[in-house]
């Protein structure tokens, strides 16, 4: 049951992944590019996690196996940080918003340079200082969001109350707070609900992508079909005066 489940869970990481790499290369939106990058760094923790990767990768490299967790735990949440920046269009509605995200991502970004430099617990306990910050500031951009009528904020607070409960619980289990109430199914389950929900919403902002081309197709045939009506009326209008006029003007006397 426990490889059915494991199956399963990656599966969905591995199918969303080549789902929108598709749409990134159809689209060639930077949105669909960090997405890709949050779902990758986010199965990758969960396979370090889960101790797949030391099994199956690095089976000799024991120092990498102890910072590379709070590596792709680092990763994850940069590239959360973009991918919210994007979906929320936090340029357009909060410039604010936009600067603390921005600042953020630098203090996120040094954390992967700490891990080469610092003990690796260090970057633990670096990281889950900033996810408070992180958290707090992504929750008042999808609000604000919200209220200017993004339609993508809904899925992004639905799948956004799933990262929260994740990176909270993965947080107290290694922090050693709530060891009992953190299980690895629990926050595999959350993370998995978390990014399903942003595909969806990435998948209808396909759709209405789609169907802005669509409606901007149509309007573009009408007015070409008008234009091509008023050159018929023009060119039968010129055939009207041609036959109306004589082919050659008489002379004018003492001219």
């Known amino acids: 049951n426990e490889q059915f489940f494991f199956g399963i869970f990656y599966g969905i990481f591995l199918l969303l992944i080549f789902t929108n790499v598709f749409l990134y290369f159809s689209l060639k939106e930077k949105l669909y590019f960090?997405?890709?990058?949050?779902?990758?760094?986010?199965?990758?923790?969960?396979?370090?996690?889960?101790g797949f990767a030391y099994a199956f990768f690095w089976t000799e490299s024991s120092y990498w196996n102890d910072i590379s967790n709070p590596f792709f735990m680092t990763l994850t949440l940069l590239t959360a940080?973009?991918?919210?920046?994007?979906?929320?269009?936090?340029?357009?509605?909060?410039?604010?918003i936009k600067d603390i995200l921005d600042v953020?991502?630098?203090?996120?970004?040094?954390?992967?340079?700490?891990?080469?430099?610092?003990?690796?617990?260090?970057?633990?306990?670096?990281i889950y200082i900033i996810i408070g910050p992180v958290a707090i500031t992504i929750l008042v951009g999808a609000i604000i969001s919200l209220?200017?009528?993004?339609?993508?904020?809904?899925?992004?607070l639905?799948?956004?109350?799933?990262?929260?409960?994740?990176?909270?619980?993965?947080?107290?289990?290694?922090?050693?707070?709530?060891?009992?109430?953190?299980?690895?199914?629990?926050?595999?389950?959350?993370?998995g609900v978390a990014i399903v929900l942003l595909s969806i919403g990435l998948a209808y902002r396909y759709y209405i992508l789609k169907q802005?081309?669509?409606?901007?197709?149509?309007?573009?045939?009408?007015?070409?079909?008008?234009?091509?009506?008023?050159?018929?009326?023009?060119?039968i209008s010129k055939k009207i005066h041609e036959s109306l006029l004589p082919a050659k003007l008489p002379a004018i006397k003492n001219a």
């Not at 940080?81 to 604010?96: A, D, G, N, P, Q």
């Not at 990262?163 to 199914?185: E, K, Q, T, W």
């Not at 802005?212 to 060119?235: D, F, G, P, T, V």
């Open 147 to 156: 209220f200017r009528k993004n339609p993508m904020a809904k899925f992004f």
């Open 104 to 126: 953020l991502s630098l203090l996120t970004l040094l954390n992967l340079i700490f891990l080469f430099i610092f003990p690796y617990k260090f970057a633990f306990y670096y």
């Open 212 to 235: 802005q081309n669509l409606e901007i197709e149509s309007k573009s045939i009408q007015i070409n079909a008008r234009l091509s009506r008023i050159q018929n009326e023009l060119e």
């Open 158 to 191: 639905m799948g956004f109350s799933g990262f929260i409960i994740c990176a909270v619980f993965i947080a107290l289990n290694n922090l050693g707070i709530l060891p009992g109430y953190a299980s690895p199914d629990l926050m595999q389950i959350a993370s």
């Open 34 to 50: 960090y997405y890709v990058l949050y779902t990758f760094a986010l199965g990758m923790y969960f396979f370090i996690f889960n």
């Open 81 to 96: 940080i973009r991918t919210s920046i994007h979906f929320l269009k936090i340029v357009e509605y909060s410039t604010t």
